[in-house]
């Protein structure tokens, strides 16, 4: 498919069927950025600061006596940064006039699928960050899973609902020990609810807390891997400036430059909502015939 370009409009019509086609990807790539707390970082600003205040105390009173302690409410906050991210292809002319597929709309495919790959990946990282943890190396997945969410529903600080998020390896021994259910994880709308669906395993019997499944989570030596029980609240994801795409005619090379780039960031916000699921993530051997 031969394309000539020559003046600004073409390039912002080919980069806008880029960015549409690598959004679309981006947002069915991975589970994560469905099931944290999303902010938008306003245009001139480095730094989203998200505030917390503490919990107060009620107390009994006795009719006629004055109430002679007071009680402060102290505020806390998390700051969020965002940093770049992004990956350039090189589209030659030749490539697009011999390829019967729409390489610019492959091009917006594969960048996306990297981007959410990407942002998955930061955003499981946080979860060794949890001080609470409960598994081991080398542990099969079980109950303890339940008692991460007995845990954060006894913690006053903790916000439901929850969601537990484990390689795909970790539940295959568990599987009989799920409810199959429909997904309502209190996500933004039916859209966001289809983007993660995919990722959905099930419910538990106690406690409503959905299943969810990731394969970005890093696989250790051991055949390990560190997931976790978490609510909404407990991490958060911002972005300063979405997916992006920049297009550069390369005479030269014949070809055309495509720089994709977003600008985000990750962070934990509520400590005490999350636990660290530690658990085997060791592959099922395939039976023979």
């Not at 960031?265 to 993530?281: H, W």
């Amino acid at each position: 498919m031969a394309i000539t370009l020559t003046t600004s409009s073409e390039y912002k019509a080919i980069s806008e069927t880029i960015i549409a086609e690598a959004r679309f990807t981006e947002e069915y790539a991975a589970p994560m950025r469905g099931l944290v707390t999303p902010f938008t970082m306003a245009q001139g600003a480095s730094t989203f600061r998200v505030p917390r205040f503490n919990t107060l105390v009620a107390a009994g009173l006795t009719e006629g006596v004055d109430m002679t302690d007071s009680q402060d409410i102290k505020l806390s906050y998390v700051d969020l940064t965002t940093s770049e991210a992004g990956l350039k292809v090189i589209l030659t002319k030749k490539l697009m006039r011999e390829i019967n597929e729409n390489m610019l709309s492959v091009a917006g495919k594969l960048m996306g699928d990297a981007i959410g790959r990407y942002i998955d990946e930061q955003l499981l990282a946080l979860f060794d960050g949890f001080s609470s943890s409960l598994g081991a190396a080398g542990k099969i997945l079980d109950e303890e899973v339940l008692a991460a969410v007995s845990l954060l529903l006894a913690s006053a600080k903790a916000i439901g609902p929850y969601c537990v998020v484990l390689h795909p390896n970790c539940y295959w021994t568990y599987m009989k020990a799920l409810a199959a259910a429909t997904v309502t994880y209190g996500l933004q709308g039916k859209a966001a609810e289809a983007q993660v669906a995919q990722f959905y395993v099930g419910r538990m019997p106690m406690f409503g807390t959905t299943l969810w499944h990731d394969s970005n989570f890093t696989i250790d030596a051991s055949d390990d891997i560190k997931g976790a029980a978490f609510g909404k609240e407990a991490l958060a994801f911002t972005s300063s400036m979405e997916e992006t795409s920049d297009l550069e005619k390369d005479a030269s090379l014949r070809g055309i430059e495509v720089v994709h780039v977003i600008d985000f960031g990750v962070a934990e916000l509520l400590d005490t909502s999350g636990i660290e699921l530690y658990f085997d993530a060791t592959a099922p051997a395939p039976t023979g015939d």
